[in-house]
């Protein structure tokens, strides 16, 4: 990984995040934005707003993940192959989309990167 993703970016803040109900949203934004008006320091510019990760990076692709998690930990297609106990062809189908990821394929992924199976399974949450 190269030393310029490893640097933090938010020099002198901190990032939240928080995950709540839909429904809730609004009522959440509305109140974390009093708390900011009334804390000391600069003021929140109305133009920043958060996007979703689909809003930033379009929908997530299982392939697209498991490569992206290959990478931030720097292991080879051959390397993951090993732990998965597959071959590297597998893994290579996979990130390319030719392989879909089983139930049971996600949650061995989980399991090495340290995530969740959803993170490596279709929109929908469902295995194909």
């Not at 640097?7 to 928080?18: K, M, P």
Request: aromatic share 6%; charged share 30%; proline share 7%.
């Amino acid at each position: 990984m190269s030393e310029l993703t490893k640097a933090r970016t938010t020099s002198g803040f901190v990032e939240f995040s928080l995950r709540v109900d839909p429904a809730q949203a609004d009522k959440v934004e509305t109140a974390l934005k009093a708390l900011l008006a009334i804390l000391p320091g600069p003021p929140v510019d109305e133009d920043d707003r958060l996007y979703t990760v689909e809003e930033a990076f379009g929908p997530r692709v299982p392939g697209h993940m498991i490569r992206g998690y290959r990478s931030r930990e720097g292991l080879t297609q051959a390397d993951l192959a090993a732990k998965l106990g597959t071959a590297r062809s597998v893994v290579s189908d996979l990130e390319n989309g030719r392989r879909p990821v089983s139930g049971k394929m996600a949650r061995r992924l989980a399991e090495i990167f340290g995530s969740t199976p959803r993170m490596f399974l279709p929109e929908d949450g469902m295995a194909v």
